[in-house]
Nanobody
Framework: VQLQASGGGLVQAGGSLRLSCAAA????????AAWYRRAPGQQREPVAVITSGGTTNYPDSVKGRFTISRSSTKNTVYLQMNSLKPEDTAVYYC??????????????WGQGTEVTVSS
């Protein structure tokens, strides 16, 4: 099982980016999922969570600016990031429970995608 993250890049402060995290394989669906980030010299921190039922949660640092969502086919999770700030600069990672069969889900990490916000 693989999660493929994409969408990072360089953006000016105040700009927007949309990250994607797709489960490789046409039969895999994503349940609970989250986005994390690790800034240089800092520990990894969660920035958005979505449950299998669609409930979302965010830390205060990104609340109102970031939105996590899941595709209708449930094989991709997105992170819409608006009003970006230089302190949002980090490598972003997705993590999700990927259902590989009716009775089995595997917790999986995607590779990081780098976000750089210039002032």
């Amino acid at each position: 099982v693989q999660l493929q993250a994409s969408g990072g890049g360089l953006v000016q402060a105040g700009g927007s980016l949309r990250l994607s995290c797709a489960a490789a394989g046409s039969n895999f669906s994503i349940g609970n999922a989250a986005w994390y980030r690790r800034a240089p010299g800092q520990q990894r921190e969660p920035v958005a969570v979505i449950t299998s039922g669609g409930t979302t949660n965010y830390p205060d640092s990104v609340k109102g600016r970031f939105t996590i969502s899941r595709s209708s086919t449930k094989n991709t999770v997105y992170l819409q990031m608006n009003s970006l700030k230089p302190e949002d600069t980090a490598v972003y990672y997705c993590n999700a429970d990927v259902a590989v069969s009716t009775f089995q889900a595997l917790n999986t990490w995607g590779q990081g995608t780098e976000v750089t916000v210039s002032s």
